[in-house]
Every structure is written in C-alpha cells, then in structure tokens.
C-alpha cells in the first residue's frame, strides 16, 4: 500500500509566499510520477504539474497560465516533492492534493492521493 502526505499549507497575506510538500511512503517503485492538483470550492480539481522519477517535468494544460509563480521540484528524500508557490492571490485559495503512481507523468490515471492542504490567501 502506498500513503501520501501534503504539508505546508495555511493561512497568508496576498503576494506571500508557500512551499507544500509531499511524501509517498509503502510500497513504492523506481519509475513514478507525482503530481500536484486543487480545488478551489464550487470549481473542478486543477492539474498543476508533475514530476517523475527522472526528474522531468509536466505543466498541465490547465495550470500554463501558473508558470511563473508555482515551481514543481523534487524533495530532499526519495517520493517526495515540493511545490513552491509565490506572489500568492485570493484565487489561488484551494485544498492542494498530492498524487502518485507508477509511470510516468503522460496519460496517467493517479491511484493514490493524499488528504490535501489547504491554502487561503487572504485579501
């Protein structure tokens, strides 16, 4: 079984700054890919980017307007990852998920989630 594991979430200012992490534990494997996603309320979940294990990354499609202020990298530890956040805005307020699975970051079907974070930026 695999668990996975958001962190760094919380309350900030409009134009702070957030790092999430996440970390997979288990039975994990050598060729993954991990991904983070939101949702904000009333909205559908957003794909933001993925790393694999070979350290490639993806921007999702719906996330490319992001580039410049969200930066996917992989963590200190093998299965984990950050997701560093700058010049926050109110809509970026969402629950923040993590998620991984064998493969890679292309036409994947992600099985395992966290719980999510949550991120508020207040105005």
């Known amino acids: 079984q695999v668990q996975v594991v958001e962190s760094g979430g919380g309350l900030v200012q409009i134009g702070a700054s957030l790092r999430l992490t996440c970390t997979a534990t288990?039975?994990?494997?050598?060729?993954?890919?991990m991904a983070w996603f939101r949702e904000a309320p009333g909205k559908e979940r957003e794909g933001l980017s993925c790393?694999?294990?070979?350290?490639?990354?993806?921007?999702?499609k719906d996330s490319e307007n992001l580039k410049g202020r969200f930066t996917i990298s992989r963590g200190n530890t093998k299965n984990s990852m950050y997701l560093q956040m700058n010049s926050l805005q109110p809509e970026d307020t969402a629950m923040y998920y993590c998620a991984t699975d064998r493969g890679s970051c292309l036409d994947q079907d992600f099985g395992y989630w966290g719980q999510g974070t949550q991120v508020t930026v207040s105005s």
């Open positions: 790393i694999s294990s070979s350290g490639r990354v993806t921007i999702y």
């Open positions: 288990g039975r994990l494997w050598d060729d993954y890919a």
